[in-house]
């Protein structure tokens, strides 16, 4: 009997278990068959969307070919129109170069008859042409009168150098100098400007900085002509006297330079004072950014653009090197590493000397700066005043270039491309007053105000920091360093 129960039980079992599995196994289909629909219709989806996408794509491609068309028709029409407008334009040049001609052969032949703005008539022979009708050239009449003052014999000499900021015999030198450069020859029409006037019109501009409808109206010239004379006679000096009046000095020239900068200050081997100052500019038309200059716009509250000049003086502060036209965001020690001097000093140029610089400049091998740290000792104190005596002779360097030449101060309507041809000019200009002994008015006194900024990596060479600490030590220890650091 137990063996019967016991058979039924496990007969029992078995059909659970076999029913058990029978609906896992159809759950089981179940799922898959949920899951295949599912993937088909994922699939389904997905083949729609690119169907959809591949349509937007060609419909896109189509309108850009329209689009690219019709401009190009557009385009092709202007280009007719344009080409037709300067083939009409020269047509119209040549006939009337043609007529200028003839009117100047008539008028080498039987004289010109002019006519100024009040209606007189300077020549009383006239140009008969067809039907006897009179040919005239209009000239507008210009007072010269102020000019021709200045150059008379009895003009006072004061009085010259206050308008031009130099002598008559210096303003004189400079005038035989560019003289084979800049004269021109007289014309059937009009006379040439003399070298003397196209000079002083250039002279005058820099000295006042005024606008060029005041520079015309002075020397009775119209204002095109003056901008052009400004722009030759600054690109004369630049060609002919900087050369010859601003250059690196050779080894005698060296040699007296250190003698004078160690007689002053006790520091030895200095070849030069070196100072970085700001030109002001309107905002320029490309990379307005680049030219911005934080710092004066931040003291000025007033939006300043800037470009830079960096210069060398030896003590007389006669320019030796300049560096002009670096944008004015970039610190002294990026206008420092764009320069040639740096180019000149890296290919080894420039050894066993010193250019004294501001905080502004990194410490190298070739550049001596002050002691920048907190808590300076007072060796680094007695340094930093005897470098402070040298540095000072390139600031007030600048002060007179700014305050001799008034366009420096202000922003001018110059086109920044030419900027740096005039300032160089004004360097030049400053080295032959400073060489001539040409006296400043103590009215024309600039205060330089140009801010220092520490440079990122001040001290590039350490045997340049161990020879700044020896010449420190020398300066306190022999004498040499003075009392005001106490």
Same mark, same amino acid.
């Given at each position: 009997?137990?063996?019967?129960?016991?058979?039924?039980?496990?007969?029992?079992?078995?059909?659970?278990?076999?029913?058990?599995?029978?609906?896992?196994?159809?759950?089981?289909?179940?799922?898959?068959?949920?899951?295949?629909?599912?993937?088909?219709?994922?699939?389904?989806?997905?083949?729609?969307?690119?169907?959809?996408?591949?349509?937007?794509?060609?419909?896109?491609?189509?309108?850009?070919?329209?689009?690219?068309?019709?401009?190009?028709?557009?385009?092709?029409?202007?280009?007719?129109?344009?080409?037709?407008?300067?083939?009409?334009?020269?047509?119209?040049?040549?006939?009337?170069?043609?007529?200028?001609?003839?009117?100047?052969?008539?008028?080498?032949?039987?004289?010109?008859?002019?006519?100024?703005?009040?209606?007189?008539?300077?020549?009383?022979?006239?140009?008969?042409?067809?039907?006897?009708?009179?040919?005239?050239?209009?000239?507008?009449?210009?007072?010269?009168?102020?000019?021709?003052?200045?150059?008379?014999?009895?003009?006072?000499?004061?009085?010259?150098? =206050?308008? &031009?900021?130099? +002598?008559?015999? !210096?303003?004189?030198?400079?005038?035989? /100098?560019?003289? #084979?450069? %800049?004269?021109?020859?007289?014309?059937?029409?009009?006379?040439?400007?003399?070298?003397?006037?196209?000079?002083?019109?250039?002279?005058?501009?820099?000295?006042?900085?005024?606008?060029?409808?005041?520079?015309? =109206?002075? &020397?009775?010239? +119209?204002?095109? !002509?003056?901008?052009?004379?400004?722009? /030759?006679?600054? #690109?004369? %000096?630049?060609?002919?006297?900087?050369?010859?009046?601003?250059?690196?000095?050779?080894?005698?020239?060296?040699?007296?330079?250190?003698?004078?900068?160690?007689?002053?200050?006790?520091?030895?081997?200095?070849?030069?004072?070196?100072?970085?100052?700001?030109?002001?500019?309107?905002?320029?038309?490309?990379?307005?950014?680049?030219?911005?200059?934080?710092?004066?716009?931040?003291?000025?509250?007033?939006?300043?653009?800037?470009?830079?000049?960096?210069?060398?003086?030896?003590?007389?502060?006669?320019?030796?090197?300049?560096?002009?036209?670096?944008?004015?965001?970039?610190?002294?020690?990026?206008?420092?590493?764009?320069?040639?001097?740096?180019?000149?000093?890296?290919?080894?140029?420039?050894?066993?000397?010193?250019?004294?610089?501001?905080?502004?400049?990194?410490?190298?091998?070739?550049?001596?700066?002050?002691?920048?740290?907190?808590?300076?000792?007072?060796?680094?104190?007695?340094?930093?005043?005897?470098?402070?005596?040298?540095?000072?002779?390139?600031?007030?360097?600048?002060?007179?270039?700014?305050?001799?030449?008034?366009?420096?101060?202000?922003?001018?309507?110059?086109?920044?491309?030419?900027?740096?041809?005039?300032?160089?000019?004004?360097?030049?200009?400053?080295?032959?007053?400073?060489?001539?002994?040409?006296?400043?008015?103590?009215?024309?006194?600039?205060?330089?105000?140009?801010?220092?900024?520490?440079?990122?990596?001040?001290?590039?060479?350490?045997?340049?920091?161990?020879?700044?600490?020896?010449?420190?030590?020398?300066?306190?220890?022999?004498?040499?360093?003075?009392?005001?650091?106490?």
């Amino acid at each position: 009997m137990n063996n019967e129960e016991s058979n039924h039980n496990k007969s029992n079992k078995r059909r659970k278990k076999e029913n058990g599995d029978k609906q896992s196994r159809e759950k089981k289909k179940v799922l898959k068959g949920v899951i295949t629909s599912l993937l088909l219709i994922d699939g389904e989806e997905r083949r729609s969307e690119n169907e959809i996408a591949q349509q937007e794509k060609t419909l896109f491609e189509a309108t850009q070919m329209k689009e690219k068309d019709a401009m190009l028709g557009y385009y092709s029409g202007f280009q007719d129109y344009f080409d037709h407008g300067i083939v009409t334009d020269q047509k119209l040049k040549r006939k009337r170069s043609r007529a200028a001609a003839i009117s100047a052969v008539s008028a080498a032949v039987s004289g010109v008859e002019f006519i100024d703005e009040s209606g007189g008539v300077s020549n009383n022979e006239g140009v008969k042409g067809a039907g006897n009708q009179q040919r005239r050239l209009w000239v507008r009449d210009r007072s010269k009168a102020w000019w021709d003052e200045c150059n008379g014999p009895e003009f006072p000499e004061e009085e010259f150098r =206050k308008c &031009f900021r130099m +002598g008559k015999g !210096t303003f004189d030198l400079i005038c035989e /100098e560019l003289n #084979s450069v %800049i004269a021109k020859e007289d014309t059937m029409l009009r006379a040439a400007i003399p070298v003397k006037q196209r000079v002083a019109v250039c002279v005058w501009r820099l000295a006042t900085g005024d606008p060029l409808r005041l520079v015309s =109206k002075r &020397f009775g010239l +119209g204002i095109s !002509t003056c901008h052009k004379l400004v722009l /030759e006679v600054c #690109s004369a %000096i630049r060609t002919v006297l900087m050369p010859k009046y601003l250059q690196w000095p050779d080894e005698e020239k060296v040699k007296k330079i250190k003698e004078e900068f160690e007689s002053v200050s006790g520091i030895p081997d200095v070849v030069g004072s070196m100072y970085t100052t700001h030109i002001p500019i309107i905002a320029p038309k490309v990379s307005v950014a680049a030219y911005f200059n934080r710092r004066h716009t931040e003291r000025n509250q007033k939006t300043s653009y800037s470009i830079t000049v960096q210069g060398v003086v030896d003590l007389k502060g006669i320019f030796t090197d300049v560096c002009i036209g670096w944008p004015g965001s970039m610190p002294d020690d990026q206008v420092l590493e764009k320069s040639a001097l740096c180019q000149r000093a890296n290919q080894g140029l420039i050894k066993g000397v010193w250019i004294v610089g501001n905080t502004g400049y990194p410490l190298m091998d070739w550049v001596l700066v002050p002691y920048t740290q907190r808590n300076l000792t007072w060796t680094q104190h007695a340094f930093n005043e005897k470098i402070g005596v040298i540095h000072e002779v390139a600031k007030d360097a600048f002060a007179r270039l700014k305050g001799r030449w008034s366009c420096l101060q202000k922003r001018t309507e110059m086109k920044l491309h030419d900027l740096p041809v005039v300032l160089g000019a004004c360097c030049v200009l400053h080295n032959i007053c400073e060489m001539r002994g040409e006296a400043m008015d103590s009215e024309l006194k600039f205060e330089l105000v140009d801010d220092e900024m520490t440079p990122e990596n001040p001290l590039r060479s350490v045997s340049a920091m161990k020879a700044r600490d020896a010449i420190a030590h020398k300066l306190l220890h022999h004498g040499l360093a003075g009392t005001g650091f106490l």
